[in-house]
């Protein structure tokens, strides 16, 4: 089991099995999927709202601390220099900051493209991310890194 449940009626949050140990607040991956699962749950945030592409965009914060924003894109063409920057979606709590232990944002993007990938490989997580064509992991002026994509889209 990899820890993604659906949200209880009560609390509205995920229940993750274990989280891991490597970061300096081991309870960030119970946050990130509490904070996905919320996220993608929102009705707002549907196909039908003209999102076409999820994004995970990590960036600085204050402090040399970073954090990931999730934003829904209505364009979704990779070959496109700018193809994200049109945002048609934020859910209600759009980022999450990242562990303190996350030195950089590379290490930020490397930290959200395995929970994000963890997620697209889950049952139930995945199958909701996946109502997207697609799903990227990027910097947030960057190049995103399409972690998954619905054929034909």
Not at 96 to 114: E, H, K, N, T
């Amino acid at each position: 089991m990899t820890g993604w449940t659906s949200l209880d009626a009560a609390g509205g949050a995920g229940m993750p099995q274990a989280p891991d140990a490597r970061f300096e607040d081991a309870r960030f991956e119970d946050s990130f999927r509490r904070w996905l699962l919320g996220a993608i749950g929102e009705p707002a945030g549907s196909w039908r709202a003209g999102v076409r592409a999820l994004c995970f965009n990590v960036h600085p914060t204050t402090a040399g601390e970073h954090a990931v924003e999730l934003i829904g894109a209505a364009d979704c063409d990779p070959a496109a220099a700018d193809w994200a920057l049109d945002e048609v979606w934020l859910p209600s709590r759009a980022r999450i900051a990242l562990p303190g232990d996350v030195a950089d944002a590379d290490d930020g993007v490397l930290l959200v493209r395995r929970l994000v990938r963890a997620a697209l490989a889950d049952g139930f997580a995945g199958a909701r991310l996946k109502r997207y064509p697609r799903i990227a992991v990027g910097h947030v002026d960057g190049a995103l890194d399409v972690l998954w994509e619905r054929t034909p889209i």
